[in-house]
């Protein structure tokens, strides 16, 4: 589902095949590196990318939790998100 979404927003871009090494997460701007070098500056940085997860550290710092069904992580309160995708609730 969050890939569908992502693929039907006019302003995301997904990058696959890239190794995400290190990030900077500040309060108005997230910034990637990749191991190409390349890097990347955006407002929000979903860190999607599995269980052993690069950019989990940078986002959140509570410990991942085996539900042994489904993996819920970096989520938040409805009531704190401040962006126009709360109007999709």
């Not at 990058?15 to 500040?26: D, F, K, L, W, Y």
């Not at 069904?69 to 409805?78: E, H, K, L, S």
């Amino acid at each position: 589902m969050l890939l569908a979404h992502c693929r039907a927003h006019p302003l995301i871009t997904l990058e696959s095949s890239r190794t995400v090494v290190s990030a900077a997460v500040g309060p108005k701007q997230a910034t990637v590196t990749c191991a190409d070098g390349s890097t990347y500056a955006t407002h929000a940085l979903v860190a999607a990318d599995g269980l052993h997860s690069v950019l989990r550290p940078y986002v959140v710092d509570d410990p991942v939790t085996c539900s042994g069904y489904a993996a819920y992580r970096g989520t938040i309160p409805m009531e704190e998100v401040t962006h126009a995708s709360a109007e999709t609730r």
